[in-house]
């Protein structure tokens, strides 16, 4: 019923979850970006942010010295120190950016892959349209998120007052602290604070990451025609590729049908693997190769090398190497020609034991 409603009832193929990425329909976090980012801005700071305040402050306090400011307005070398203050705030901060341009590029690596597509430059008139642009705004993917948004902020608000309670009496006893002591305390508070606020941003993040991979899903859900519109296209008419299927398997009975009776002897397993060997000695140099098949085919073998009086025999090591390295009509390498020779040896032995008798 589902099928004849037209209903996308199917997870989506490899092929439409492709065809999606290089259109950017893919399942991407901000909010999980963003909180990478933070936390990464934060290490950064606690590690680099000492030194930088103490460069900065060193800039400032050499660019506002009295000598320097006398060579600027005497000597006209304003634009020199502009210069030399923008080369050295660039040195300074320049690692920062960095690590955070590189951060942001691994956190999107991370939830997309790598991936290059120019479907996604390619301008989109259709999102012109205004009418197209309030049905969006007013559809209810629009008010979920807008609704989820909302959620995701009182959330962090609320931590924020929870973990400034909890640092009340903190902040109450700064009246008593000394500058030194106020500032440090101050910065710890922040930093205790921070880490609240950055943990609830992660796990918002991840939480979000999962549902966008679970609503892309749904969006690409396909119909079984859909499916089967793909596979036909991808692999070919299910129904042509089993007739296919019938057909060799119809070529392959035939051929054993033809070539096991001319068999000296039917070498099995006993139960995966048979291999039906030939040889005569004035047209052959050594035993070849005229059938082989495992599990059904070889139990096909058997039964045909039954009919037709072959004798089976078993030797599941030789059966095995056989079945493994020797090609249908050809003939076995010299490594086996010692075991097919006993082989042989027994068989015709029993033939003339059966003649006598």
Same mark, same amino acid.
């Given at each position: 019923?589902?099928?004849?409603?037209?209903?996308?009832?199917?997870?989506?193929?490899?092929?439409?979850?492709?065809?999606?990425?290089?259109?950017?329909?893919?399942?991407?976090?901000?909010?999980?970006?963003?909180?990478?980012?933070? @936390?990464g801005?934060?290490?950064?700071?606690?590690a680099?942010?000492?030194?930088?305040?103490?460069?900065?402050?060193?800039?400032?306090?050499?660019?506002?010295?009295?000598?320097?400011?006398?060579?600027?307005?005497?000597?006209?070398?304003?634009?020199?120190?502009l210069?030399?203050?923008?080369?050295?705030?660039?040195?300074?901060?320049?690692?920062?950016?960095?690590?955070?341009?590189?951060?942001?590029?691994?956190?999107?690596?991370?939830?997309?892959?790598?991936?290059?597509?120019?479907? @996604?430059?390619?301008?989109?008139?259709?999102?012109?349209?205004?009418?197209?642009?309030?049905?969006?705004?007013?559809?209810?993917?629009?008010?979920?998120?807008?609704?989820?948004?909302?959620?995701?902020?009182?959330?962090?608000?609320?931590?924020?007052?929870?973990?400034?309670?909890?640092?009340?009496?903190g @902040?109450?006893?700064?009246?008593?602290?000394?500058?030194?002591?106020?500032?440090?305390?101050?910065?710890?508070?922040?930093?205790?604070?921070?880490?609240?606020?950055?943990?609830?941003?992660?796990?918002?993040?991840?939480?979000?990451?999962?549902?966008?991979?679970?609503q892309?899903?749904?969006?690409?859900?396909?119909?079984?025609?859909?499916?089967?519109?793909?596979?036909?296209?991808?692999?070919?008419?299910?129904?042509?590729?089993?007739?296919?299927?019938?057909?060799?398997r119809?070529?392959?009975?035939?051929?054993?049908?033809?070539?096991?009776?001319?068999?000296?002897?039917?070498?099995?397993?006993?139960?995966?693997?048979?291999?039906?060997?030939?040889?005569?000695?004035?047209?052959?140099r050594?035993?070849?190769?005229?059938?082989?098949?495992?599990?059904?085919?070889?139990?096909?073998?058997?039964?045909?090398?039954?009919?037709?009086?072959?004798?089976?025999?078993?030797?599941?090591?030789?059966?095995?190497?056989?079945?493994?390295?020797?090609?249908?009509?050809?003939?076995?390498?010299?490594?086996?020609?010692?075991?097919?020779?006993?082989v042989?040896?027994?068989?015709?032995?029993?033939e003339?034991?059966?003649?006598?008798?």
């Amino acid at each position: 019923m589902a099928e004849d409603m037209g209903e996308r009832t199917e997870l989506p193929t490899a092929r439409k979850r492709s065809e999606a990425a290089n259109k950017g329909q893919i399942a991407k976090s901000v909010d999980l970006t963003g909180a990478v980012l933070l @936390i990464g801005a934060a290490a950064m700071l606690g590690a680099l942010g000492a030194s930088i305040f103490r460069a900065m402050w060193r800039l400032t306090g050499h660019m506002l010295s009295p000598s320097v400011i006398a060579s600027d307005v005497a000597g006209g070398r304003v634009s020199t120190d502009l210069q030399l203050a923008l080369w050295e705030t660039l040195r300074m901060i320049g690692p920062f950016v960095l690590a955070m341009m590189v951060l942001g590029y691994v956190a999107g690596v991370l939830q997309v892959g790598f991936m290059v597509s120019d479907k @996604i430059l390619n301008p989109d008139w259709s999102r012109l349209n205004p009418f197209a642009g309030l049905g969006r705004l007013f559809s209810r993917r629009t008010l979920v998120k807008t609704v989820v948004d909302v959620l995701k902020m009182s959330l962090v608000f609320g931590i924020a007052i929870v973990a400034i309670r909890s640092e009340w009496e903190g @902040i109450v006893a700064l009246a008593a602290l000394d500058i030194a002591a106020a500032f440090m305390a101050i910065v710890w508070m922040v930093v205790r604070l921070a880490m609240w606020i950055l943990a609830v941003m992660l796990l918002v993040g991840v939480v979000d990451y999962a549902y966008q991979r679970w609503q892309t899903t749904e969006d690409l859900r396909m119909t079984k025609q859909e499916v089967k519109d793909e596979m036909r296209s991808t692999d070919g008419d299910p129904e042509v590729k089993s007739r296919r299927l019938r057909m060799a398997r119809q070529i392959a009975m035939q051929r054993l049908q033809r070539d096991v009776p001319k068999a000296d002897v039917i070498v099995t397993n006993p139960t995966h693997f048979s291999v039906a060997l030939a040889y005569e000695e004035k047209t052959m140099r050594a035993p070849r190769v005229v059938a082989k098949g495992a599990d059904y085919l070889a139990l096909k073998i058997r039964y045909i090398a039954a009919a037709h009086g072959v004798p089976i025999v078993e030797r599941p090591p030789l059966a095995r190497a056989l079945y493994g390295q020797a090609e249908v009509g050809r003939e076995i390498s010299p490594e086996h020609y010692e075991a097919v020779a006993e082989v042989l040896a027994y068989v015709y032995r029993l033939e003339g034991r059966l003649a006598a008798s």
